[in-house]
């Protein structure tokens, strides 16, 4: 995802996320959106997990398979691929984004396709195969609505499961009815009309596709099984009429069993969305002459996930079954909406789970741990018990040892190194106290100091810090003690 596109213009590097921010906190329209959405979610989750009196012990479930599965993962990712041969299906192991994009390209090439549908999925937008396709003539049809909202307002998905959070109902109207001539004036106010225009828009679109790309929730590997939990029938479609089939989905998204699935499929709905049951589940199994595609194709991808497994601490990211609690109790995710952490995992989530797929060698990811109060709800919202500070507090720490390693330390490290050889010795250390009391002093005003020069000025840029007192501690102890 960092390569420039053949003949395409170089991508500008992906800014730290404070400065990504400063756009999404001075816009107060955006932030009120984002206000009224998450808290609407944030009350129908807490309403729908109130009701299972078993709840706790379902959400221990789910952390205990994501746990079994991931500690055994080589082992389950063979029998899945055994079971999707046996099933007639063809398996594709993709290293990165790079031979993920080869292989789906290479197989909507053999369709002899210039038109695909597809589903929302976060793994075909981490490896940004829309792109890829369009560069070699492909024209891909979005299905749900959402995202082509998204896309016809030219926006980065703000929200794992409402991808356009950002805008309010007006906004979205007004692109719908950009896109979707038939659903007339009064769109965003009849969700009837919006449904009934959507269907005249794909009806013919999902008729004469040859080739569908969809994503999965979960890939059983007893069975071979891929499944998709939706809200508005658009996978069910592509996984059903057109001949080729190719699903993308991270190696992190095997669960051993099919009787695992009682446990998911009652955490997800309800930790998602505040409902009882999804309203489309679709399981698919291979090929079945006479019935659906003749061609399935399910392509596993890595990219990051075997380094963030090795990971003891970081692995636990790896469980997560994308439900979005996480964004909805979040105050930072509130305030600046999903485009900050990058364009594909927004949130708390994202915030660990990004820098372990990418690394956090680049500025950006290293500040994507940052990007926290450390306050703890979205630990206690977390259907599968993610302890998301911890691992945010342990990347943190991965941040400050990988800039150790570099030959020309930061700014920051060279203040700490220089305080610790300060403060090493004693004598060192009351001699720069005193004089660096001195010159605080004297750059205080009524008492605070409003501006530190140089780099030290980001930290009063939102803080004042008290002036020193004239006499120190130390010297008003063995002053008063002598």
Known sequence: MTGAPPGGPVPLPMPKFAAAARPALADTGLRRNLRGATAALRARTAAATAEPADWEGLREAGRAIGDAALGDLDVHLEELERSVTEAGGTVHWAADVAEARRVVAGLVRDAGATEVVRSASLAVREIGLD????????????????????????????????????????????????????????????????????????????????????????????????????????????????????????????????????????????????????????????????????????????????????????????????????LNVCPVYERTGGRPYGPVYPGPIGAILTPQLRGVESAAMASLPYASTLCGACAVVCPVKIDIPEVLVHLRGTVVESRRRRPVPPPEMVLMRGLAWTMGDPRRHETVLRRGTRWARLLSRGGRIRRLPGLLGTWTEARDLPAPPAESFRAWWDRTRA
């Open 131 to 326: 792109g890829a396709l369009a560069r070699m003539g492909v024209t891909v049809r979005e299905t749900a609505l959402a995202d082509l909202a998204a896309r016809l307002g030219e926006d980065e998905p703000s929200h794992l499961l409402s991808p356009v959070a950002h805008r309010d109902r007006a906004q979205i109207g007004a692109l719908l009815r950009r896109g979707l001539p038939a659903a007339g004036p009064d769109a965003a106010d009849d969700p009837e009309a919006l449904a009934a225009a959507a269907r005249a828009h794909l009806r013919e679109r999902f008729l004469r596709a040859r080739v569908a790309i969809i994503g999965a929730n979960f890939l059983v590997a007893e069975t071979g099984t891929v499944v998709v939990a939706e809200s508005e029938g658009n996978a069910r479609m592509c996984l059903t009429l057109p001949e080729t089939l190719i699903c993308v989905a991270g190696i992190d998204k095997v669960v051993p069993a099919w009787d695992d699935m009682e446990v998911f499929l009652q955490l997800l709905p309800r930790a998602s969305t505040g409902d009882r049951m999804t309203p489309y589940v679709s399981s698919w199994t291979g090929v079945t002459p006479g019935d659906g595609p003749r061609a399935f194709h399910l392509v596993l991808l890595d990219n990051g996930r075997t380094r963030a497994l090795a990971d003891k601490v970081g692995r636990a990211a790896l469980r997560c079954i994308r439900c979005s609690a996480c």
